[in-house]
């Protein structure tokens, strides 16, 4: 499928030129202009939604030229059901990111809004990226411009935050570069992702790759125990480095596991998938652990990230629909509701200078709307029904329970967690008698700040109350990868029908439709 | 020996280098300071001539004075890189002179010189030419290290380039004698027909071979051959450090691949575990001492040795890949590195030449606390060279180490790019606490008299073309890597 306008390249390069293009406007035009790149790449990236073939379930969009002959790197883009909804997560919160951003970031304001625009061009090449390289070097052209967001306009113990962030994740994919020449060498000499998708490789080599890529994916998900430069990163970073780190950089850990991991290594991916199981569900009840020991707010959001996060990582090892699907879903929820949690977080500490819940208490009276949302955006991250991590996380355990059904009860103690130190959260924030200090101070949010809130607020609920048709986009791309770790001979009939009878409960709210078509 | 007019004009580059060079020298005495600027010019005019001959030698194999010189295209390449890597050390010495007060002409007759020595040496197809112009290189650049005649650092580093270099010399020099007495030849297309002729294990092709690689060890300033590096790289000028790290070890790379691939490919396995050894504890000590500089010129002293280990491991893998295709990957690998590794430090090391003010010495790594603040535009670049050094992509770095990387996996040692990765990630510390220093530090109080720093035009054009180089190669690497992969194949 080639479509005569190279659409991802355009939505790659626009914020790249448009960082260059900062460098030489007047001061007072670096905000807007940011902002309208960003605004631009959303508006262009909204079509891809709808010319998207649903019924497909290769890669669409695609664009292929030569990048280097010797080795064959190709400049080779493309989109599926897998990566579509993240490249359009990422456009729709950059536009909030440089929104978030217009007071707060008051010093070197020209280079904040070039290194955001660089991000988002680099972020949706990873995600679009179909030649292994070409993957890694977006991969990699992420961290420089987040370690120069955390240690310039990061708080006081950014320096130490940021080299933390940098050092753990270079090391993780360094050893994914070996693993990926390694690949080329063992395969078909091609750095084709789509192509490396079909090979067969052995089993010893599936499991020195699985490591490899494991070290790469792992710390930046960030799976337990390799999660703990996160916390420092979040509570150092500015508000929009909180939001792209939470929102869409740890997605690349968990895309990358449902690219790579699981259809090109579907044997070693098997064979690890207790481990992997294990390690998600010690990341989700540890995660929910130390968020309720929080008495920072962006920290306890961290944790629930590590918490949120292992429901992903548990979705994609359960090899079945409904995981995999809730586990994309999931992606996608986590990216919308800790996006929010973390703009709330950015709003208040404009007003108050101050992170911890103590100094933050008793808002609804002076801040009504503000705390509106910011309860709307905690009762998603609980997985509230008819907001949009209900859907995601109910299918994730739901495919658990066909896994193992020890494991699913485990998880669900996650949720149990996530709604004590959530609600405890909005319990001292939202209610409570706000202190005389900060009390001048707060006032509601202006309606810069609404606008970076509403379009959030309404994906909460549009995806909670009508995911089909995320879900319609998503099917075929997961059944293929589905299709690559069921084992050559389709006799286990028995085992794989037995999702389709397991349906969500037809509340009017969620009507999931979870035919596991068998590819 | 036969010799014919012709042979002269295969080397024309090298004699209107030399014959420079003697204009310079001559003219010196009889120019006044002032005037002296036009020999920085003649120079740079001479060098702009010779890249055009030698880029019109592409494509052609001949051989000269009997064989002692081949003109090929692998010797084009490296003769190209050397005569563009001069051409940037004469516009960085240019503004970098007049600061350090330094009015002396036969600087550039030095560069010229040394200059034409390593063009000697990458096109030499035998030992005793290749020692020949390695002298020249080397006793050019003791000079030219101890030129700030008023510090003893400097002339500490001349002296101590002198004597191990000397030392060096003669151990490369025994290894061609054992050598010689091994095959009865000194030409390299005979040494290699004379080891094929009879078994690899004759203890005196070993010795041989033991005595070449620790002579080629200390030009190359690997681990365990590398102690006057840091002491050579802080004491001398920085304009000339630049030209050391860069074009000195790029000659050496260029005349010590020909000499294990064309004259000594018979006994790959031996030396192939040899540079093994060095090149991880190259790897090893380069990465980790360079942790604990506080001046950036042996920082990237021990940067410099550590790259060459990266490199080294192109070399490895040649001499372990079992096809021959192979082992051409990993001498192109090498090639490329080497280039790539020219364009970031030599940016590098001209920044750290911009940061030389009236009384600061902008060595110490702490100078550079604040430089985003100072001069946005020299920090910036110096943060893409940083990035480079570290490997990072989109640049050229990154692709060098890729190559360097996918050649060693090829040749089934994908250890040992793990262990280079690893270190690769020890080196980022370093090269990302000096980014840390000029953007996420405040400068010190700015005193009224405190210098302000300024790029001149020359300065500007040597940062513009390492730059370019970086960005470009990183983002477009075709033309270079299909440049290498040409040169390598006229290697035999």
Excluded at chain 1, 165 to 170: E, S
């Amino acid at each position: 499928m080639t479509h005569s306008f190279p659409w991802l390249t355009v939505l790659i390069f626009l914020p790249l030129a448009g960082a260059i293009v900062l460098c030489f406007v007047k001061d007072a035009a670096v905000r807007p202009i940011a902002l309208g790149i960003a605004v631009a790449d959303l508006l262009i990236s909204l079509p891809l939604w709808w010319l998207f073939d649903a019924s497909l379930s290769g890669m669409q969009f695609t664009e292929q030229a030569v990048w280097i002959p010797s080795p064959p790197i190709h400049y080779s883009l493309g989109l599926d059901g897998i990566s579509l909804p993240l490249v359009i997560m990422t456009t729709v919160l950059m536009p909030l990111c440089v929104l978030i951003s217009w007071h707060s970031i008051a010093t070197r304001v020209r280079g904040f809004m070039a290194l955001l625009l660089i991000m988002e061009g680099a972020m949706i090449g990873v995600f679009a990226a179909l030649d292994f390289v070409l993957f890694y070097i977006f991969w990699e052209a992420m961290l420089i411009p987040m370690y120069l967001v955390i240690g310039i306009w990061g708080g006081p113990n950014r320096l130490y935050a940021t080299v933390k962030f940098f050092l753990y994740t270079l090391a993780g994919s360094v050893l994914l570069l070996v693993a990926i020449l390694a690949l080329y060498f063992q395969g078909d000499h091609t750095f084709d992702i789509p192509l490396l998708s079909q090979g067969t490789y052995s089993t010893s080599l599936q499991m020195w790759l699985f490591l490899a890529f494991f070290a790469a994916f792992a710390v930046k998900v960030p799976m337990f125990p390799f999660h703990t430069w996160l916390p420092d990163a979040h509570v150092e970073a500015p508000t929009a480095g909180s939001v792209i780190l939470a929102s869409v950089l740890l997605k690349m850990g968990t895309y990358g596991f449902l690219r790579f991991s699981l259809p090109i290594l579907p044997d070693a991916s098997k064979m690890f998938a207790p481990l992997m199981v294990g390690l998600s569900i010690v990341a989700i009840i540890y995660g929910a652990y130390m968020a309720l020991a929080q008495s920072d707010l962006k920290k306890l959001i961290a944790y629930s990230s590590v918490s949120h996060m292992g429901f992903v990582t548990l979705g994609l090892f359960t090899f079945n629909i409904q995981g995999i699907e809730g586990a994309l879903m999931q992606m996608v929820n986590h990216g919308i509701t800790t996006g929010g949690l973390f703009l709330c977080v950015g709003v208040i500490y404009e007003r108050t200078h101050s992170r911890q819940i103590a100094d933050n208490i008793g808002l609804t009276k002076p801040m009504p709307r503000y705390a509106t949302v910011l309860v709307i955006f905690a009762l998603s991250s609980i997985a509230l029904p008819g907001t949009n991590s209900f859907v995601g996380e109910f299918m994730v355990l739901a495919g658990t329970f066909l896994w193992s059904k020890l494991a699913a009860t485990l998880a669900s103690l996650g949720i149990i967690l996530a709604a004590a130190y959530m609600l405890w959260m909005v319990q001292r924030v939202a209610f409570g008698v706000p202190s005389p200090t900060f009390l001048p101070t707060l006032r509601d949010v202006s309606p810069r700040e609404m606008a970076t809130l509403i379009p959030l607020v309404v994906l909460v609920f549009w995806i909670g109350i009508f995911p089909n048709p995320l879900l319609t986009r998503m099917h075929p791309s997961v059944n293929h990868v589905i299709a690559r770790t069921l084992p050559p001979v389709p006799a286990q009939a028995t085992a794989l029908t037995e999702p389709d009878m397991l349906t969500l409960p037809s509340t009017d709210e969620s009507p999931v439709p979870l035919e596991a078509s068998r590819p | 020996m036969t010799f014919s007019p012709g042979d002269l004009l295969l080397v024309l580059p090298e004699l209107l280098v030399v014959a420079a060079a003697c204009v310079v020298l001559a003219l010196d005495p009889v120019l006044t300071p002032p005037q002296r600027d036009g020999l920085a010019w003649l120079s740079l005019g001479t060098l702009a001539v010779c890249m055009g001959i030698i880029a019109s030698q592409m494509g052609q194999r001949a051989e000269a004075f009997g064989g002692l010189v081949v003109i090929d295209d692998y010797g084009c390449f490296w003769r190209l890189l050397l005569c563009f890597v001069a051409g940037l050390t004469v516009l960085l010495s240019y503004s970098y002179l007049k600061e350090e007060r330094l009015h002396i002409g036969e600087y550039y007759g030095f560069v010229l010189l040394s200059l034409s020595g390593m063009m000697v040496m990458v096109a030499a197809a035998d030992l005793l030419t290749i020692y020949l112009g390695t002298e020249l290189m080397s006793l050019s650049l003791y000079v030219m290290a101890g030129l700030k005649r008023a510090e003893s650092r400097s002339l500490e580093a001349s002296a101590k380039y002198f004597v191990l270099g000397a030392f060096s010399s003669g151990i490369l020099l025994y290894g061609i004698s054992l050598l010689y007495g091994a095959t009865g030849s000194t030409r390299l297309p005979a040494i290699a027909s004379a080891i094929a002729n009879q078994s690899p294990d004759n203890p005196l092709l070993l010795a041989a071979t033991i005595f070449i690689a620790a002579g080629f060890g200390f030009k190359l300033a690997v681990v365990p051959f590398h102690m006057w590096t840091p002491d050579v790289y802080q004491g001398a000028p920085t304009s000339v450090t630049a030209y050391m790290a860069v074009a000195s070890k790029a000659a050496s790379f260029g005349a010590f691949l020909r000499v294990f691939i064309e004259g000594l490919g018979g006994l790959k396995t031996d030396w192939s575990l040899i540079f093994l050894l060095l090149c991880i504890a190259t790897l090893v000590l380069g990465n980790v001492v360079a942790l604990v500089q506080t001046n950036i010129k042996r920082m990237l002293a021990y940067s410099s040795i550590a790259h060459a280990g990266y490199a080294l491991i192109g070399v490895v893998a040649a001499g372990r890949s079992t096809e021959s295709l192979g082992g051409v990957n990993g001498i192109a690998s090498v090639l490329l590195y080497i280039a790539f590794y020219a364009f970031m430090t030599f940016g590098a090391f001209a920044v750290v030449a911009m940061l030389r003010k009236g009384v600061v010495e902008g060595e110490e790594i702490e100078d550079f606390t604040g430089l985003a603040k100072r001069h946005p535009l020299g920090a910036f670049l110096m943060l893409i060279f940083m990035v480079s050094l570290a490997g990072i992509p989109p640049t050229a770095g990154f692709i060098g180490k890729f190559y360097v990387f996918m050649a060693a996996v090829e040749a089934g040692l994908p250890w040992l790019a793990v262990i280079a990765l690893i270190f690769a990630v020890v080196s980022a510390y370093y090269y990302l606490r000096l980014i840390m220093l000029m953007y996420m530090r405040e400068p010190g109080e700015l005193t009224p008299d405190s210098p302000r720093l300024v790029m001149s035009p020359s300065l500007s054009i040597v940062l513009a073309c390492a730059t370019a180089g970086v960005v470009i190669f990183g983002l477009y690497p075709r033309p270079l890597v299909s440049l290498a992969a040409q040169a390598v194949l006229a290697l035999k």
